[in-house]
Structures are given as C-alpha cells and as structure tokens.
C-alpha cells in the first residue's frame, strides 16, 4: 500500500481511491444484479447464486403480460420524447431567442411542474382526467410523462440555442435559406448536445416512471415499472434482476450511442440561461 | 464632302459609345432614401440618404453606437425598418427578406457555421441554388483561391485562425456572386497587424472581382485606406460624405474635422471659436526667435516621438492641454523635452458648422 502511494503520488493516490469507492458504491449494486439475473439456485442473503442458469430470463420472456409491458414501455418513451421534442423545442428556443413580455414567467412556470411534489401533481391530473375520459388511457399516460420531463426538455435545448450565435443564423438567411431551413440546418445541429442530453433524459424518464403510470394507466396501461412492482412484491429478487436488467439495456444503448454529446459541458451549458 | 460627314457621324457615334461606358462605371449600385430606423427615442438612424456607384467601395464611418450596423444590416435585410427606400440595381428591395437580397453579408465574427467544412459552409448557399455538383466544386475552389485559402476545404472552421475565417467568410459570400458586399467590421477581431494585411486583401480582391462593397468601420486609419468614399456618422446620422482627402482637407462639421485624421485645437482670439489645425501645419520655432504667422503661442515640449521622416512633438499648452506637430527632422533643433518653445499654424482647418 505504501508503495503505492509513492508510486502514484499523493493526490493521484486519493484519486484512485476515491475513484474505487465511486465504482463499488454506483457499480456494485448493477454488478449483483447482473449475477443475479442469471442466478439458478440463490437464497436472499447470500452475495452470490450457487448456481447460474437463464431459468429467470425465460420465466420472464414467457410471461405474455411481462413481454407485452416491455413493448407497451418502449413506445410509450418514443411517443412521449418525440411528442416533448415537438412541444418542447418551439418554446426552448422562443425563451432563448425572443425578448417578451412574461418570458421569465414562462421560464419558471415549466420550473413549477418539477416543484410541487409529484404525487399531488399527479392527483390533480387524475381528477381532471376522469372529467374528460383520460383514466386508464394511453393518451393519459404519455401527458402525464410528457408534464414530468417538461422542464428539462425546455431548459437544456433553450441553453443551447441560446449558445448558438445569431450571426450564425444570420449568415445562412444571407446565403439565401428560410427560417425553416436555417432552423434545421443551423440552429439544430449546433444544439444537438443540448436536445440529445434532453430527449435521453425525457426517455429513460418515461422508460423509468412508474408512479404516474400506475395511478392514472391502470388497470389498461401496464408499463415496465408498473409491472416491476409486482414481480418485486410476487416473486424472488431474481425475477426482478432479470427484468431491472431489461429496463437498464435500452439506457445502455443511448448512452453508448450518444456518449460524444454527454458531456458535462454540454450539460452545464444547457443551465446557463 | 459625304466621306467627311461619314467620318464625323463615325467619331461622333464612337464618342457617345465612350460616354456610355462612362455612364455605366459611374451608375448607381444602391441607393438609400430616408431610412429610418429607430430602436426607441433616442436610439437608432433616422433620415438616411445615401448613393453607392458601380464599383465602388464605400464606408460608414463612426463612432460606436452611431448607427453604422443599424443602416447595413437594413441593407441586408436584417433589420425591418420604419420608414424609407432601399433600391439595389433599380429594384426596390425594401419589402424582402435577407434569403431574397442579392446582398452578401459578412459579421464582425462567428460567422462560419462550426458543424461543416469549409468546402460544406461554401456549399450550402450554391446547393440552394441547385448549382451542379461539378460547377460547384469548381466556383469553390476558385473563389478559396481568390481569398489564399485554397486547400483548407476539409478543415472545421475551428481549425483556423481568426483571420482565416473572416477569408473563408467573405469567400462564401462571394461564391454566391452577390450584387453588394456588405461587410461590417470584418477585421476588427483581428490583431493589428493582420488587420493591415487583410485591408490590402480585401482591396485586391475587390478589384479583382470588380466589386461593389460597403464597409463599416470605427477605424478612420482602415476607413481612410480602404475606401473611395466614407460617409461620417455620428449619433444616427450621415454628417459627410467624401473621398477621403476631402474629409481630410475640407471637413464640413467639427465633428468630421476631429474624427478624421489628428486634429489640434488651438485657441482663437476674443470671442473667436477655437482654432482648428493638423498637426503637419503647425511651425515651431525656438522660443527666443517667436514663430511667424497670425497668432503666436507658447508651450512645453512633452516628447519627441521619431516617426522616420518626421518627428511628432508633442507639447502641452496649459493644464491637461496637448497638441502635435509633425515636422521635418532638418526643421527641428536641439530641442529636448522640457524646453519652452513657440509655435504657430499655416493653415487652419474651417468647417462649415460645429
Ligand atoms: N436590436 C436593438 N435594440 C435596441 N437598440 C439597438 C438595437 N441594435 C442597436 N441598437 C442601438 O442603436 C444604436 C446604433 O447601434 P448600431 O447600429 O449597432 O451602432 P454601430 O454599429 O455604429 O456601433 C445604438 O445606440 C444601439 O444601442
Ligand atoms: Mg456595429
């Protein structure tokens, strides 16, 4: 150990700890999951399975209502970010772009919808929702999404559009584009940090939300998380392994497609307004 | 007799083709008729009129926040004005969008779009011409080689200097073919010395291509070296329009007469507003001697600045009050700083109002 700490140098020493810590505290849990999700035999205090083996997997790949919510989950997070994207991007960039009356009003009003306390939120929606048939609708579900992940879909992009200089919007209006074509031509791509880092978010949100999409979905609408709560409460933490596993992938992907945009500074920059 | 007035009616039809020709160097390019603009009360650019020929290259010259921006980017269609005409090649173009302009614009900076290549950012506008691919490359890659960056075609806009983008820039208005360059302190990013050498650039450029440009500047020194005419602005209006050497001999208003070139102030006699003098036509002579001319003043040399054939003096004249001289080397004896020493001016400088 002491060699060690010669060897790296004292902060370079600290940093390595303290990195080793990070990836025990964040990775070890995945990690037991992961082993779990291929465990055979595997009694609950026990670290480790006695024995692996895909019997969960296929337990869970052949439940119809298990595969079905996987599906129902996944085009519930595609409707719900490209619907945000749609509502959202106008207004992000309207708030960067336009000097007008009521515009900090209008910033922090997508603020409220993350302020109050999700449940009441939720509430609220659901008493309205009964007046106009929305219970147990997929309509329903994706608003209630689309309210929660508002916020972010608005904030992040309209700090990157604001990041985009004008003269740059400017000069493709003088070399003879329309707005339009400036918009997604220009505009967007220099945003694409800011709206990737958005539409993930809003994704893994919707993919995640299991709350809202209980209380107004049910009893027609069952989503992933909704149905994770049963298997949790009706069969072994394997079962809910496997199908943690499952929820994890598609974030996995995005993450690995998208890793270039996922900076920090991307991040940061969308926070600035 | 019949040969002769042949001959005459040839020479005559030969002098009015010539005529022509005259007639279409000096034609008007752009013509600007009362625009008005104004932000508020108080800020903006009101009753402008202003004529640019066939090309010419013509600058707005003034202080910051005089309105030069304000009256280009109306030009280019940036800004919806209130009031006024702008006519470009007889057309009104007033009403139309800067997508719709035969104007190219280039900012003082951020103008390269940093997500494409050089050769992409040069395309973009030709593509929306529906320009063929192979004329495409070939107007590229001759226009790069107009403003000395060819073979930068792959790089990102990040990858370039400062100087190099503003190239790139004006390069991708230029491939565009536009009727009016409008430039608005395209070089004022740059450091001095690149700013020199672009200003020489962007005269041989323009005479290659036969150019008609509109330049905006706060730089008297770039204004005076680049341009044919310069119109002086200040608080949202032209207050002259010249040829450099007419600002410069015969300024109309104080102001022009200060902001152009250096200008000392000396003091007139009773009741007499203040005297007006470039510094090369003030006479100083060693204090015993007294300078010749009208008035005769004294003052403490502060410094002796070598500029080759010249030297600038610099004296004060009273509490926190300057002026300089330039004078030949062989005029100036030795003097050091500190002496008491006697000037006068040759030739004043008289404006038509203050
Ligand atoms: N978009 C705007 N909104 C309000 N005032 C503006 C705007 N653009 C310019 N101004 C004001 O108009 C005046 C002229 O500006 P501008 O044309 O940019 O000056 P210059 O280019 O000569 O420095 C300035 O006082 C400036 O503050
Ligand atoms: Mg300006």
Redesign the pocket.
């Known amino acids: 150990m002491k060699r060690l700490y010669y060897l790296l140098g004292k902060n370079k020493f600290w940093e390595y700890i303290l990195f080793a810590v990070f990836i025990l505290v964040f990775y070890g849990p995945l990690v037991n999951m992961l082993t779990l999700s291929f465990a055979g035999k595997y009694n609950y205090p026990d670290v480790v399975p006695k024995t692996y083996g895909l019997k969960w997997w296929q337990f869970i790949l052949s439940n119809k209502n298990l595969v079905s919510s996987i599906t129902q989950s996944l085009i519930l997070a595609i409707v719900v970010t490209a619907l945000s994207l749609l509502i959202c991007l106008p207004a992000a960039y309207a708030i960067a772009r336009f000097q007008f009356k009521g515009r900090t009003l209008v910033r922090l009003s997508f603020l409220l919808t993350n302020a109050f306390p999700k449940m009441g939120i939720y509430t609220a929606m659901a008493v309205v929702f009964y007046k106009i048939h929305l219970m147990g609708t997929f309509t329903g579900v994706v608003l209630v999404h689309i309210v929660n992940t508002m916020m972010f879909m608005v904030w992040i992009p309209s700090g990157s559009f604001a990041n985009v200089h004008i003269q740059q919007e400017e000069s493709a209006r003088d070399v003879g584009a329309g707005p339009i074509r400036t918009f997604f031509h220009i505009t967007m791509p220099l945003a694409w940090p800011g709206i990737i880092v958005a539409s993930l978010y809003t994704f893994l949100g919707s993919m995640e939300e299991a709350q809202g999409s209980l209380l107004i979905g049910l009893p027609n609408v069952h989503t992933m998380p909704s149905e994770l709560y049963g298997i949790i409460m009706s069969y072994a933490d394997t079962a809910g392994s496997v199908f943690a596993v499952i929820l994890l992938i598609p974030a996995l992907i995005l993450l690995i497609v998208f890793r270039k945009y996922l900076s920090g500074e991307a991040m940061s920059k969308g926070f600035r307004m | 007799m019949t040969e002769i007035t042949e001959l005459s009616d040839g020479i005559r039809g030969l002098l009015h083709a010539v005529e022509r020709v005259d007639e279409m160097e000096d034609s008007i390019k752009l013509e600007i008729k009362n625009l008005t603009k104004m932000?508020?009360d108080h800020?903006?650019?009101h009753d402008i009129n202003l004529t640019v020929h066939n090309g010419e290259l013509l600058t707005?010259l003034?202080?910051?926040?005089?309105?030069?921006?304000?009256?280009?980017?109306a030009i280019g269609g940036f800004n919806k004005i209130q009031s006024g005409e702008i006519i470009l090649d007889g057309k009104d173009i007033t009403a139309l969008p800067p997508e719709k302009r035969p104007t190219g614009m280039v900012f003082q900076s951020y103008n390269l779009w940093p997500h494409m290549t050089i050769y992409e950012n040069m395309e973009f506008g030709l593509k929306l011409r529906k320009t063929g691919k192979a004329e495409r490359r070939s107007m590229i890659e001759s226009m790069l080689k107009l403003v000395r960056m060819d073979g930068s075609e792959k790089k990102y806009p990040g990858q370039l200097s400062g100087g190099q983008q503003q190239r790139v820039a004006i390069a991708r208005a230029l491939v565009l073919k536009p009727s009016l360059l409008l430039l608005?302190?395209p070089f004022s990013a740059l450091d001095a010395k690149i700013r020199a050498a672009m200003r020489d650039e962007l005269k041989r450029i323009q005479q290659e291509a036969g150019l008609t440009i509109v330049f905006?500047t706060?730089d008297q020194e770039e204004a005076m070296a680049l341009s044919d005419r310069i119109a002086v602005?200040s608080r949202?209006i032209i207050q002259q329009i010249d040829t450099p050497t007419e600002l410069y001999d015969h300024p109309q208003k104080e102001f022009v007469a200060r902001f152009i070139g250096d200008m000392n102030e000396l003091e007139g006699g009773t009741g007499e507003k203040a005297i007006l003098v470039r510094p090369e036509d003030i006479t100083l002579r060693p204090d015993e001697e007294k300078a010749p001319g009208a008035l005769t003043y004294q003052g403490r040399i502060i410094d002796i600045m070598m500029l080759g054939h010249y030297l600038k003096v610099i004296i004060s004249t009273g509490k926190d009050k300057e002026i300089s001289a330039f004078v030949k080397r062989e005029e100036v004896g030795d003097w050091t700083p500190g002496e008491t020493i006697a000037y006068s001016w040759r030739k004043r400088v008289t404006t038509i109002e203050g």
């Open positions: 932000f508020n800020e903006g650019v707005l003034g202080p910051s926040g005089c309105g030069k921006t304000t009256i280009l980017r608005d302190e905006v706060h602005m949202g």
